[in-house]
Nanobody
């Protein structure tokens, strides 16, 4: 059973930075793509960033490209989301997700395992 546990959310001001972490259980999680999604109040969940199994490929939504960086540490079974120059519109619950797809590619869908989420609030 895959378990994903996010941490690192909080309340910050516009322009500040935060780093989210997601610890994945089990050695097998190292072989699959991981991603970050977010859901703002009264909005649908949206894809933010994804990384392939070895960290060699990443992809970002247009709204965060150039400000956010996704990375993973295989030794710690952890994926990170470094968020810089935060904006009020980045306010949302951020979710880590894993896609149990044996692929070399980075993907934006087919994620079936989810963490519980961590709140990020950016004040203006």
């Amino acid at each position: 059973q895959v378990q994903l546990v996010e941490s690192g959310g909080g309340l910050v001001q516009a322009g500040d930075s935060l780093r989210l972490s997601c610890a994945a259980s089990g050695q097998t999680t190292s072989w699959f793509p991981l991603g970050w999604f977010r859901q703002a109040p009264w909005s649908e969940r949206e894809f933010v960033a994804g990384i392939n199994w070895n960290g060699g490929k990443t992809i970002y939504s247009d709204s965060v490209k150039g400000r956010f960086t996704i990375s993973r540490d295989h030794a710690k079974y952890t994926v990170y989301l470094q968020m810089n120059r935060l904006k009020p519109e980045d306010t949302a619950v951020y979710y880590c997700a894993l896609a149990p797809i044996p692929t070399q590619e980075v993907i934006t869908e087919q994620y079936t395992y989810w963490g519980q989420g961590t709140q990020v609030t950016v004040s203006s």
